[in-house]
């Protein structure tokens, strides 16, 4: 079975924590720690009411996809179309 994440929504409404971690499958501190460093705005009221924003939100997670690690350039060399020269150094 295939299971669709849910999506926001067009508004840009406030979106709890608790509710950002459940919509995206993570922990609500994954969300904190991401706060924290500065790659998610929240708007808060005093310590503990904090809200996100439905477009901060897909901004993070857009920003957030990483290339896995095997996938480096490479391109052939002239001389010999059978070598590979990779762009890591």
């Known amino acids: 079975m295939i299971v ?7 508004d840009d409404a406030l979106v709890s924590r608790r509710e950002v971690a ?4 993570c922990n609500p501190k994954t969300v904190q720690r991401a706060e924290r460093r500065g790659e ?16 901060d ?12 690690a095997g996938l480096a350039l490479v391109r052939m060399d002239e001389k010999n179309p059978k070598k590979k020269i990779s762009n890591a150094h």
């Open 4 to 10: 669709k994440p849910k999506q926001f929504g067009t």
């Open 22 to 25: 459940s919509r995206i499958g």
């Open 40 to 55: 998610l705005k929240a708007v808060k009221f005093n310590s503990r009411f904090v809200r996100y924003r439905r477009s």
């Open 57 to 68: 939100i897909e901004a993070w997670i857009a920003n957030s996809i990483v290339m896995p």
